[in-house]
């Protein structure tokens, strides 16, 4: 299976953009669907964003449409989340994750592989 690595969070003002990259090693990236979630201080995971295999499906969730954009370069075996409108409530470790369900899938079904985190603080 792949393993993942991210990389580019950081501390940014209200209204800042951060782009998130995850690395993935092995030669099967391109049998998973691809995601992001995030885990706030004090509360519990959740479903970000989710790329399809192919790249031309993506699902977020409600409160970061129109501001995040997940995408994959499956040559490069990356995938991106574009944060855009960075706000406080956006603040929390965030994670890559791979599984072999659909990228719909991943809004409900706990992924099989899972990096390490990132953190993104995003000061008022």
């Known amino acids: 299976q792949v393993q993942l690595v991210e990389s580019g969070g950081g501390l940014v003002q209200a209204g800042g953009s951060l782009r998130l990259s995850c690395a993935a090693s092995?030669?099967?990236?391109?049998?998973?669907?691809m995601g992001w979630f995030r885990q706030a201080p004090g509360k519990e995971r959740e479903f970000v964003a989710a790329v399809s295999v192919s790249g031309d499906i993506t699902y977020y969730l409600d409160s970061v449409k129109g501001r995040f954009t997940i995408s994959r370069n499956n040559a490069l075996n990356t995938v991106y989340l574009q944060m855009n409108s960075l706000k406080p409530e956006d603040t929390a470790v965030y994670y890559c994750?791979?599984?072999?369900?659909?990228?719909?899938?991943?809004?409900?079904?706990?992924?099989?592989?899972w990096g390490q985190g990132t953190l993104v603080t995003v000061s008022s």
């Open positions: 994750a791979a599984s072999r369900f659909s990228a719909q899938a991943m809004r409900a079904r706990t992924p099989e592989v």
């Open positions: 092995g030669r099967t990236f391109n049998n998973y669907a």
